[in-house]
Every structure is written in C-alpha cells, then in structure tokens.
C-alpha cells in the first residue's frame, strides 16, 4: 500500500486545519496508523495513532484535546483534524502504517511523503 498525505498549510497561530492520508489500497482492520511530525532540525515525533478496525486512538500529550484523529474505512483514508494550532506545531506531517500500537517511528513500516504545516505566530 502507498499512502498519499495532503492539506498542510500556512495558518495563523489558533487556526486550524485538516490533513488527509489516501492509502491506494484496502487497509486491513488489524493496521495501526499513525500521525508523526518533524520539524527542522528536530527527531520525528509521534503525533497520533488509531486502530484502524476499532477505532480507537491515543494521542500525544502535546496534541492531546487539540488534535483528533480519525478514518474512512470505506475511503481508505486517514485523518487528523488539527485546531488550535501553535508555533511549535510547525513541521512536516506524516501519515504512517504498522501492526502495532506504537509511538516509535521504526515501528511503522510504511511512510507517505510528508506535508508540510506552518503555523505563524
């Protein structure tokens, strides 16, 4: 499967926005997806991740109450509904797909390109 990140942006501090992840295939109930972020200079960070079948989630303490995760099951598409967005959110996002609920990036084995967001303050 490939997976495909759009809708990053400029947005002012407090905005907000919505990224899409569109896989080109059937994304199986037993995946786990996830949201990392990196920015300049920085680790890629975990942002969010969600049992594809269930549903359910677990989120950064950073992002934690501002962003959401979410899917399209029949869509094959993941989301993350990002609001209230800061400065130190900036930074290229990436949608990611592995087999289990992990917040470490070598854990994922299957990486879109990412999408850039900046938040200007």
């Known amino acids: 499967v490939q997976l495909q990140a759009s809708g990053g942006g400029v947005v002012q501090a407090g905005g907000s926005l919505r990224l899409s992840c569109a896989a080109s295939?059937?994304?199986?109930?037993?995946?786990?997806m996830g949201w990392f972020r990196q920015a300049p200079g920085k680790e890629r960070e975990f942002v969010a991740r969600?049992?594809?079948?269930?549903?359910?989630?677990y989120y950064s303490d950073s992002v934690k109450g501002r962003f959401t995760i979410s899917r399209d099951t029949a869509k094959n598409t993941l989301y993350l509904q990002m609001n209230g967005l800061k400065p130190e959110d900036t930074g290229y996002y990436y949608c990611?797909?592995?087999?289990?609920?992990?917040?470490?990036?070598?854990?994922?084995?299957?990486w879109g390109r990412g999408t850039l967001v900046t938040v200007s303050s």
């Open positions: 295939s059937r994304i199986f109930s037993s995946a786990v």
């Open positions: 969600i049992r594809w079948g269930v549903g359910s989630t």
């Open positions: 990611s797909k592995g087999t289990d609920a992990s917040t470490i990036p070598g854990d994922y084995k299957t």
